[in-house]
């Protein structure tokens, strides 16, 4: 099972930012998809989550209004639009998949992704 994130970089305060990541090896069509972001020194930290269905989601506080999760389950694949981004969002953003109910635990997660990094500049 690989999960391979994308649409990392460098932006500007106050830009917008679509990260994917693309699922192969495994269906994620019953998987809670969820992405966690972390910087050097601190633990990987829940960003947000969306059910199997799309039909639930949830973020952490910080980035509550401002990112969305979506999920497309025909293409095995899960989103994370970012607006207004801030220089405290910069960090290495990793996906996870897991078979159950959404946690925003990340030791609950089964499959993780390699990670995609971007820096938001002032």
């Known amino acids: 099972v690989q999960l391979q994130a994308s649409g990392g970089g460098l932006v500007q305060v106050g830009d917008s930012l679509r990260l994917s990541c693309v699922v192969s090896?495994?269906?994620?069509?019953?998987?809670?998809m969820a992405w966690f972001r972390q910087v050097p020194g601190k633990e990987r930290q829940f960003v947000a989550g969306?059910?199997?269905?799309?039909?639930?989601?949830d973020y952490t506080d910080s980035v509550n209004g401002r990112f969305t999760i979506s999920r497309d389950n025909a293409k095995n694949t899960v989103y994370l639009q970012m607006n207004s981004l801030k220089p405290e969002d910069t960090a290495v953003y990793y996906c996870?998949?897991?078979?159950?109910?959404?946690?925003?635990?990340?030791?609950?997660?089964?499959?993780w992704g390699q990670g995609t990094k971007f820096t938001v500049s002032s």
């Open positions: 969306i059910s199997w269905s799309g039909g639930s989601t």
């Open positions: 996870a998949a897991r078979n159950g109910n959404a946690t925003s635990s990340l030791y609950t997660y089964e499959y």
């Open positions: 090896g495994r269906s994620i069509s019953y998987d809670t």
